[in-house]
């Protein structure tokens, strides 16, 4: 059974608009949570995380925020420009797992100039 | 070169053959991974190496054979695969094998068993 979701396959956005990821997870003892993003033919490269004691991180465009309650995340990308265009990967991991990461299916981004 | 290498980045095979697959970390790295993508699939977590002992092995069947002869290299050694087997394999290392370590990837091999 797949412990991260990410249920949008897809997502289109307008340049200079804000792009939204959803990310759900069911595993309760998750603390660590990261995106990626992936350009094709290039493997995931590491973009922003968060940690189970903050409820939001942000990197210049990309913010990252965690509902525990709710076990969510998103990632928000302002403004959105078409080099954001790729796949984006949650993947979470608990401490009590070791260095085992489960991802999401991933979330393809399209940002239309 | 810099970062994570992996080759072949294609590779098409029969079932009855015999391949490799090679990934390089060039940062100096103490723990490796071996994903699986397969369409529509999560990644899968395969093999984890650290200090080149295997730590992690997720039930992965044994026609896939791990070698990590050094912390800068892994192999993954494939013999007589399914077509279900066929998917992207992703090679990955981190500074360390903590919980909160980023793992870097790399382009991966795409993989199709006939």
């Known amino acids: 059974d797949q412990q991260v979701k990410q249920n949008s396959p897809s997502l289109s956005v307008q340049e200079g608009r804000i792009s939204i990821l959803n990310c759900d997870y069911t595993?309760?003892?998750?603390?660590?949570f990261l995106w990626y993003k992936k350009y094709p033919a290039e493997g995931p490269t590491f973009l922003i995380s968060?940690?189970?004691?903050?409820d939001k991180n942000e990197d210049g465009r990309f913010t990252v925020f965690l509902n525990k309650s709710a076990k969510h995340l998103s990632l928000h990308i302002v403004p959105s420009q078409p080099g954001d265009s790729a796949v984006y990967f949650c993947a979470a991991s608990a401490t009590n797992t070791g260095n085992q990461f489960y991802f999401g299916t991933g979330t393809s981004l399209t940002v239309i100039p | 070169e810099t970062g994570v290498t992996q080759t072949p980045r294609h590779l098409v095979m029969g079932m009855t053959n015999k391949k490799s697959l090679k990934c390089e970390q060039h940062?100096?790295?103490?723990?490796m991974y071996w994903y699986k993508q397969s369409a529509k699939k999560p990644l899968e977590l395969m093999f984890v190496y650290s200090l080149e002992e295997r730590v992690e092995n997720n039930s992965v069947p044994s026609r896939f054979s791990p070698e990590c002869p050094n912390s800068s290299h892994l192999f993954l050694h494939l013999h007589t695969l399914q077509p279900e087997d066929s998917a992207l394999y992703l090679c990955?290392?981190?500074?360390?094998?903590?919980?909160?370590?980023?793992?870097?990837f790399g382009p991966g091999t795409r993989l199709t068993v006939l």
């Open positions: 968060i940690s189970s004691i903050k």
């Open positions: 990955a290392s981190s500074q360390d094998l903590l919980e909160q370590d980023t793992q870097y």
């Open positions: 940062l100096g790295h103490n723990a």
């Open positions: 595993n309760s003892m998750f603390d660590y």
